[in-house]
């Protein structure tokens, strides 16, 4: 199979036959074998009656349904060990994404040799104050631990080659963190596509405020695995070293104030 399309969604009722009938147009002008993989992250809304139908309409599109909401990680873990395509790619479902991307992304795994191709939403249809600031925050702390040169970690489409997505496991929010996670397991070829981001056309955003602290939470945590997950004994040791260390400046402290 040419390439799988991984669809994690929350309440998205109004957007999925849009989008299913852009990303077909899609595979279809390009001749690609494709599926859909349609994941209902618990919706509560009509989602899960428009996905079985439109996988009656079109086999390729299948769905998974979760009984309650899991979070965006969940829904993509499930997708991923679903997905049989030699490229997988994921979009998030509120068409803020383009499926005319999907060739191009294709393209740099297959003939580049990517592992990885993440987008980046260079121009931003997103509120200013509440999402771009924080966001140019969380992505300099990320480049700074991981030392990936990607601009936009957290950007809903990307790109894989198969061997990728069936290495990792996502799980809390990682979801922000995929390409870390992939760097860990030994993918060391990613890079970046300027894709064209556009104004949610229906619904609402998913995430709140808590996004970013969920989101360096979880660097912190990379960063603390990272570093000590095959050497934990050096963990404690840097706790020892640093209780020694105040233990010692208090002494000498108080020896200075008795001698004056
Ligand atoms: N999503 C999900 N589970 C959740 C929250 C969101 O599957 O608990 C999906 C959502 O339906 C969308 C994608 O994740 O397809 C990105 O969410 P959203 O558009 O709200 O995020 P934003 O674009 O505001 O960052
Ligand atoms: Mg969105």
Redesign the pocket.
């Known amino acids: 199979m040419d390439v799988s399309i991984v669809?994690?969604?929350?309440?998205?009722e109004e957007s999925l036959p849009e989008l299913c009938e852009w990303i077909t147009r899609v595979v279809n002008a390009n001749n690609y074998s494709y599926e859909i993989i349609m994941v209902d992250?618990g919706s509560t809304d009509d989602s899960w009656s428009v996905i079985q139908k439109l996988s009656v309409e079109n086999p390729n599109i299948k769905g998974i349904k979760f009984q309650r909401?899991y979070?965006?990680s969940a829904?993509l873990n499930e997708g991923f060990k679903a997905a049989q395509g030699d490229v997988v790619i994921t979009m998030?479902?509120?068409m803020?994404d383009s499926p005319d991307e999907i060739p191009e992304l294709r393209r740099m795994i297959v003939e580049d040799k990517y592992d990885l191709v993440s987008g980046w939403k260079k121009k931003r249809y997103?509120n200013r104050l509440t999402k771009n600031l924080p966001s140019k925050i969380f992505n300099a702390a990320a480049r700074r631990i991981s030392k990936i040169k990607l601009h936009d970690f957290n950007c809903?489409l990307k790109a894989y080659r198969k061997k990728v997505i069936k290495s990792i496991e996502i799980y809390g929010e990682m979801h922000r963190n995929i390409p870390v996670l992939a760097k860990w397991a030994g993918f060391r070829k990613i890079g970046e596509k300027v894709v064209e981001h556009r104004p949610?056309k229906y619904g609402v955003?998913?995430?709140g405020w808590d996004r970013f602290i969920n989101g360096f939470l979880d660097l912190s945590t990379l960063s603390f695995v990272g570093r000590f997950s095959k050497r934990p004994m050096h963990f404690f040791w840097l706790i020892r070293n640093y209780i020694f260390y105040h233990w010692f400046l208090k002494q000498s402290l108080s020896n200075h104030c008795k001698n004056y």
Not at 7 to 12: F, S, T
């Open positions: 669809i994690p969604l929350y309440n998205e992250d909401n979070g965006k829904a998030d479902a509120d803020q997103d809903g949610r955003t998913k995430f």
